[in-house]
């Protein structure tokens, strides 16, 4: 929260971080790309499926693609749902460029793309990004 000043000085309290990206060492999404056809039944009513998609070019990147199918069967009236996602995964990038999931899944509220990574930039971000904008008063953070 800003403190507070006159309406001609705005002050931006900031806080230096280390300039270093670093990837997490956890399980990321690599994790989660499957390299060879998998069914277990992690929970009972519960079938997750695994299909690898193989490679192809996403812009100027290439990407690893597995289809992922999760099957819930209701206990009560046997009734299946599937939610079907295929994810494509950038091994350079360690990230994430693409999912897509089934317009019947639940969690697809009917839309077929529900993520994309776009305009990927390699190179150093513009330096203005990380200053405030012109005629703050720049404060060290505690």
């Given amino acids: 929260m800003e403190p507070v000043v006159p309406p001609d000085r705005?002050?931006?309290?900031?806080?230096?971080?280390?300039?270093?990206?670093?990837?997490?060492?956890?399980?990321?999404?690599?994790?989660?790309?499957?390299?060879?056809?998998s069914e277990t039944a992690p929970f009972p009513g519960v079938i997750d499926r695994a299909e690898p998609l193989g490679?192809?070019?996403?812009?100027?990147?290439?990407?690893?693609?597995?289809?992922?199918t999760q099957i819930r069967s209701d206990a009560q009236t046997g009734k299946a749902q599937s939610l079907i996602a295929e994810l494509w995964y950038s091994p350079e990038l360690k990230e994430m460029l693409e999912m897509k999931t089934s317009p019947?899944?639940?969690?697809?509220?009917?839309?077929?793309?529900?993520?994309?990574?776009?305009?990927?930039?390699?190179?150093?971000?513009?330096?203005?990004?990380?200053?405030?904008?012109?005629?703050y008063t720049i404060q060290p953070g505690h």
């Fill in 10 to 37: 705005p002050v931006a309290i900031v806080t230096c971080m280390s300039r270093t990206l670093r990837y997490a060492t956890a399980a990321s999404f690599a994790d989660a790309i499957a390299t060879k056809p």
């Fill in 104 to 135: 019947d899944s639940p969690e697809g509220d009917g839309a077929a793309l529900a993520f994309k990574l776009t305009e990927i930039h390699r190179g150093e971000p513009d330096q203005k990004l990380f200053y405030p904008p012109d005629g």
């Fill in 55 to 68: 490679k192809r070019r996403i812009g100027e990147f290439d990407a690893v693609g597995m289809r992922h």
